[in-house]
Nanobody, 121 residues
Framework: QVQLVESGGGLVQAGGSLRLSCAAS????????MGWYRQAPGKQRELVAS???????NYADSVKGRFTISRDNAKNTVSLQLNSLLPEDAAVYYC???????????????WGKGILVTVSS
């Protein structure tokens, strides 16, 4: 199996910053895209940012210019720097990875358990 473990969430004041990290472990040959999603109470889970193995990034319009995603392919980690946080950024943030466990296998989608980000106004 593959496990994704998130860290770095917590409570921050509006305008503040947080850094989320996610580490993938288990039987991993390679990881295609990695990303962060979030889900606020009563809302659907939405993509926040993603990054391919080649470093191409994609951001939700609502976080462009404030959040930065990065990954370390050698360590199978992905991070999300959250700056200029707004109350509406409060949510449970989930790490996601498309993992190839073996050379001959295709990608399988894995999720972390989620980590809470709370933004006080």
């Amino acid at each position: 199996q593959v496990q994704l473990v998130e860290s770095g969430g917590g409570l921050v004041q509006a305008g503040g910053s947080l850094r989320l990290s996610c580490a993938a472990s288990g039987i991993i040959f390679s990881i295609n895209a990695m990303g962060w999603y979030r889900q606020a109470p009563g809302k659907q889970r939405e993509l926040v940012a993603s990054v391919t193995s080649g470093g191409t990034t994609n951001y939700a319009d609502s976080v462009k210019g404030r959040f930065t995603i990065s990954r370390d392919n050698a360590k199978n980690t992905v991070s999300l720097q959250l700056n200029s946080l707004l109350p509406e950024d409060a949510a449970v943030y989930y790490c996601n990875a498309d993992v190839r466990r073996y050379k001959w296998s295709g990608g399988v989608n894995y999720w972390g358990k989620g980590i809470l980000v709370t933004v006080s106004s």
